[in-house]
């Protein structure tokens, strides 16, 4: 079976930008990755810089080539005869694929592969059968969607082979990640036995298996953190493997400890005699130098507390027990040669 990395985050963590990076990192070598979209935002389409996504399978990318670079994957690094390996060692990156997962073409693949309905479950979604059916039951729809990745996980081509390396899902956030997971649970009340109810069970057979990870996509503030806390107790509860944090959008410390110190203290006589020596005006009283030292102080202490917020809030990500990587924040935005930029930063810090 593929691994099934399952990316969630709380709104605004740039969970999707996460998710399209690490299927990045994960196809170099030769690698196919599948990267799927599941809350019909179109997110994936505009993040690559491609026309929106359709219902089905589509290469969008082609992953960084790697140089000596660790194995990604659980099928460990090609050999040496491998065609994915280019001369000198570099080893050609692989292929990214996406889908954009619609829950009512999903239910028309579904009572096609087990009803054969053919042309009646066209009739169906013309008559807003489809639409009424994955409304009144929610449970049903998260069954689909998360089918759909995991049929993706389990395909073989007619040589025996997976079809994909990996799966990558751009999951719901992580406020309801363990309900949408949690999908046997959901449709409990609807189906005891029959295709749905077994369909139900082999979901949860890969979601609970040890190729199964759910990254959790979070910023140094406090209600990402939090909400970040409560997904991974949530998950352990339902028995669901957590793989690691992704700590997004970092942003370095400007003054190291001895000179927040100095911000802490308001340090003005310091301020104005460094800024004379640097041409900034006379150290005297009213004199240019003078004048700059309170906004240049308050933004350094801004600074400084900002800094100690995010340590604390890193201490308490550290105190959860998970690997932890860390992506900085990209000032110009998130084009595509930022995400393969994003990309190389988590492959360097090993293996997701």
């Not at 080893?91 to 829950?103: F, K, T």
């Not at 479950?121 to 009424?132: E, P, Q, T, W």
């Not at 759909?148 to 999951?171: I, Q, T």
């Not at 809030?313 to 930022?338: I, K, N, Q």
Request: overall charge negative; proline content about 5%.
């Amino acid at each position: 079976m593929s691994r099934l990395h399952v990316v969630s985050g709380k709104g605004g963590t740039g969970k999707t930008t996460v998710a399209a990076a690490l299927a990045l990192a994960l196809a170099t070598e030769g690698r196919r990755t599948l990267l799927v979209e599941v809350e019909g935002r179109q997110g994936i389409a505009q993040l690559f810089e491609t026309e929106a996504l359709p219902y089905e399978e589509r290469k969008i990318a082609v992953g960084p080539a790697s140089e000596g670079a660790a194995p990604w994957g659980p099928s460990g690094a090609p050999s040496a005869g491998d065609p994915a390996r280019g001369g000198g060692g570099r080893r050609a990156g692989g292929e990214v694929h996406a889908l954009a997962i619609d829950a009512e073409r999903a239910l028309l693949d579904y009572l096609q592969m087990f009803y054969k309905l053919g042309s009646a479950g066209r009739a169906l979604k013309k008559l807003g059968a489809i639409d009424f059916a994955t409304t009144i039951a929610p449970g049903l729809r998260d069954v689909l969607l998360t089918g759909k990745a995991c049929e993706a996980v389990r395909r073989k081509d007619k040589n025996g082979k997976f079809v994909y390396d990996a799966v990558v899902m751009d999951a719901p956030p992580t406020g309801r990640i363990t309900r949408f997971l949690n999908v046997n649970d959901e449709v409990a009340g609807l189906a005891k036995i029959g295709p749905i109810h077994n369909q139900a069970q082999a979901v949860m057979r890969v979601l609970k298996s040890p190729e199964t990870a759910v990254h959790l996509v979070t910023l140094l503030e406090e209600m990402p953190v939090q909400e970040t806390a409560d997904g991974v107790e949530e998950l352990r509860a339902a028995g669901i493997p957590v793989g690691s944090i992704v700590i997004n959008m970092t942003r370095p410390a400007l003054l190291d400890n001895g000179d927040l110190d100095i911000a802490a203290r308001d340090a003005r006589g310091g301020v104005a005699k460094a800024l004379s020596q640097a041409g900034l005006g006379g150290a005297r009283r009213g004199g240019l130098a003078e004048r700059l030292i309170d906004p240049l102080l308050e933004q350094a202490r801004e600074h400084a507390e900002r800094v100690e917020l995010e340590r604390a809030e890193h201490a308490e990500l550290t105190a959860l027990g998970l690997p932890t990587y860390e992506l900085e924040l990209l000032p110009e935005g998130v084009d595509l040669a930022g995400l393969y930029h994003l990309a190389r930063d988590l492959r360097k810090q090993g293996p997701i």
